[in-house]
Nanobody
Framework: QVQLVESGGGLVQAGGSLRLSCAASGRTFSSYGMGWFRQAPGKEREFVAAIGWSENTYHADSVKGRFTISRDNAKNTVYLQMNSLKPEDTAAYYC????????????????WGQGTQVTVSS
């Protein structure tokens, strides 16, 4: 069982930056693929970024060059650095863990956090 707790969301102006953190419980964190997804009101949950246990990374085209996923296995934490934020990045952001490395598919993830809200004003 893995429990995930996100933090770092908030209100920021367009062009600003935020760093999201996701703290995971359990001693096998390093063996999980980790992902970030987001969901805006009235829209489906969408892939943002993923990082495998070998630290290979994948980013959605919509955030490539602006967002960076990383992980610190010693701290059982995965991060999402978000720069050059746009109003269309406004959403609830969710952290997820799964045994498949680097997937953009929500069903590849078994464990989800409760989400943290990111609001970007224009």
């Amino acid at each position: 069982q893995v429990q995930l707790v996100e933090s770092g969301g908030g209100l920021v102006q367009a062009g600003g930056s935020l760093r999201l953190s996701c703290a995971a419980s359990g001693r096998t964190f390093s063996s999980y693929g980790m992902g970030w997804f987001r969901q805006a009101p009235g829209k489906e949950r969408e892939f943002v970024a993923a990082i495998g246990w070998s630290e290979n990374t994948y980013h959605a085209d919509s955030v490539k060059g602006r967002f960076t996923i990383s992980r610190d296995n010693a701290k059982n934490t995965v991060y999402l650095q978000m720069n050059s934020l746009k109003p269309e990045d406004t959403a609830a952001y969710y952290c997820a863990a799964g045994r498949i490395s680097g997937s953009s598919w929500t069903r590849a993830y078994n464990y989800w956090g409760q989400g943290t809200q990111v609001t970007v004003s224009s």
